[in-house]
């Protein structure tokens, strides 16, 4: 598989970037994928190079 074809299949689940409540500083990713368990609201946050990811169900 290719970077290019993950990076389009990231793009196309992207969402909106935005800010953390507690830092404006702080940009997060959001993603909108489907799993077999259904939608889900994802997050991704690099803070000190650690990658945190949360998500929830829609």
Same mark, same amino acid.
């Given at each position: !598989?290719? /970077?290019?074809? #993950?990076?389009? #299949?990231? !793009?196309?689940?992207?969402?909106? &970037?935005?800010?953390? @409540?507690?830092? @404006?500083?702080? /940009?997060?990713? =959001?993603?909108?994928? &489907?799993?077999?368990?259904?939608? #889900?609201?994802?997050?991704?946050? =690099? $803070?000190?190079?650690?990658? $945190? #990811? &949360?998500?929830?169900?829609?």
């Amino acid at each position: !598989m290719s /970077w290019g074809l #993950v990076l389009a #299949v990231v !793009m196309a689940l992207f969402y909106k &970037s935005m800010t953390t @409540h507690a830092d @404006h500083r702080v /940009w997060q990713d =959001v993603y909108r994928p &489907s799993t077999q368990a259904g939608d #889900v609201y994802l997050k991704l946050t =690099v $803070i000190d190079d650690v990658l $945190i #990811v &949360s998500f929830k169900e829609l």
